[in-house]
């Protein structure tokens, strides 16, 4: 039994232990300050991006943009064209129709700050994980975030109105969920992860690799009872999918066509393989000469990630963060390869990877801390100042790749239907001051409906895809039909003018630099 004495000497103590001590949620502030500061500057960044033009347009963007508008004024998922939105899922534009509806902001003018908050939130959601796994190499997580917030892979999403903005974000907060619900393994922290995982779904259709990843990193778990795993495996499966299986029957109802027309792939799984190594080779900085080994860069990354999660597996510590990330990480990759290889889509790009950014960098320096502090003698210091003045050139090379479209851009905007190759186009002027050209009844093609509709507010139809022989079998069979023709696209999968004119013989009835409007009737051959 301790004395009187000891008993107020270690009184005395605590007390003293209280006033030293920060108390814990201002320490857990603190230690994210870092974090904070470096969220504040990705705000900027995007903000310096899109000052001159706003967000970034493409076709995608004005699908989203539209349907987000017929959903917040009308209840309804029609997009420009006034056709149900099949080939995306619905929650990015709904996501946007309720910020349009709170903020009475239609989502072009309001997506520059929309994708500045987002940008904000990954970079700080990024540093708070890395802080949970790397607790004694605070120069680490400060390199991480130097180089999210100077990933040209990721300046680019964020300067577009695109739905990987809110992807991305989407799978921090799994990663964050599935951490936690590894500390208790209890059905109520899994659900978190199912519900993060099912908005994902219909989010972005590949949002099936957090399903993936999810459903992996349960199979591996060495701490769960083999009958509490197969029961929390079919959980999370049958739910993580159920908004994303509603989505698909919605779809079906309304077109017969769960996602949309979708073509065969014409790209075999190893040229596949090599566009996804070049991506990976361009966010290395590595010089042009190392696209050559891009297959191989991208075999071996994809083969170290599958080695790492089996040792861990093999070691009975597959329970972390940096688990979590590298398992993401090896999944997306393969289903982006594998998806390319079986349906046909645009080429494997940094904007098709981005999702991958974050984890991919964690997964491949995360192991470098823990290396270094292995290293007992002061050789540690040495390898810790070169690793440093690597990846220090590394960012350097990336800041230059941005300074140099941020160069271009604050003159003339983001690429897309927001710069001034279209907001000062001859074509886009004359068809905003001659839409009373166009009689009603009347279809009107076009080879940019996306464009026409931005521009002038009118809906049209898409030239028809040369693949779908139906489709352009009907399109010859109208008797009348306008045709708006932008000069400045090129999509060789369409149908060409030349082709059309070569059928139909369509009368020029107005136009400008830059494109053209044709009218067919049957009856004036």
């Known amino acids: 039994m301790a004395s009187p004495g000891q008993l107020k000497q270690h009184c005395n103590f605590k007390t003293l232990q209280q006033t030293t001590q920060p108390p814990m949620k201002l320490s857990r502030y603190l230690n994210n300050l870092d974090s904070f500061i470096a969220a504040l500057v990705g705000f900027y960044a995007i903000h310096l991006y899109t000052k001159y033009s706003g967000v970034g347009l493409s076709p995608d963007s004005i699908m989203y943009a539209s349907t987000a508008t017929n959903i917040q004024a009308h209840g309804s998922l029609l997009t420009f064209n006034k056709t149900p939105l099949v080939f995306f899922p619905v929650f990015y534009p709904f996501f946007l129709g309720v910020i349009q509806f709170f903020s009475g902001t239609d989502p072009v003018r309001a997506g520059a700050m929309i994708n500045a908050f987002l ?203 940096e688990n979590i990330v590298i398992a993401f990480a090896l999944v997306y990759g393969l289903f982006i390869v594998i998806s390319a290889s079986i349906s046909r889509y645009e080429r494997i790009n940094s904007r098709l990877l981005s999702p991958m950014f974050i984890p991919l960098l964690i997964a491949c320096t995360s192991w470098v801390p823990d290396v270094l502090l292995l290293v007992k003698s002061k050789a540690r210091y040495v390898l810790a100042g070169i690793t440093v003045i690597m990846m220090l050139t590394f960012e350097y090379f990336t800041y230059r790749v941005d300074w140099q479209r941020y160069d271009d851009e604050r003159d003339y905007g983001v690429p897309g239907y927001s710069d001034d190759d279209w907001n000062k186009s001859e074509f886009v002027v004359y068809l905003r001051q001659h839409k009373d050209i166009f009689k009603p009844g009347i279809p009107i093609y076009t080879d940019a409906d996306e464009a026409v509709y931005l521009f002038t507010g009118m809906s049209s139809t898409l030239i028809p895809h040369k693949f779908f022989k139906n489709k352009v079998d009907d399109f010859y069979s109208h008797k009348k039909f306008y045709l708006i023709w932008f000069d400045n696209l090129y999509n060789s999968e369409l149908l060409s003018l030349p082709d059309i004119l070569k059928n139909k013989k369509p009368v020029k009835i107005g136009g400008a630099k830059q494109g053209e409007i044709y009218y067919y009737d049957e009856n004036l051959k």
Request: proline share 2%.
């Open 119 to 321: 940008f904000a939130g990954v970079i700080f959601t990024s540093g708070w994980i890395v802080s949970k796994f790397i607790t004694h190499a605070r120069i680490y997580k400060w390199i991480i975030l130097i180089a999210i917030i100077l990933s040209p892979a990721l300046l680019e999403v964020y300067t577009y109105l695109w739905s990987e903005t809110l992807f991305i974000i989407e799978i921090l907060l799994f990663i964050v969920a599935y951490s936690r619900y590894m500390r208790s393994h209890t059905t109520r922290a899994l659900m978190l992860v199912i519900v993060i995982a099912a908005i994902s779904c219909i989010t972005r259709y590949a949002a099936v690799t957090i399903i993936g990843a999810g459903g992996l990193m349960l199979l591996l778990d060495n701490e769960l009872p083999v009958r509490k795993k197969i029961k929390h495996i079919l959980l999370f499966g049958f739910l993580s999918i159920s908004l994303l299986i509603g989505n698909l029957i919605l779809n079906s109802y309304n077109t017969g066509l769960s996602t949309g027309t979708r073509e065969p792939s014409i790209t075999p799984f190893v040229d596949n393989l090599r566009y996804f190594g070049t991506v990976i080779c361009d966010w290395g900085a590595l010089s042009e000469s190392a696209d050559a080994y891009a297959a191989l860069i991208a075999a071996v990354i994809l083969i170290a990630l599958i080695g790492i999660l089996a040792w861990k597996t093999y070691k009975r510590s597959i329970n972390s963060y």
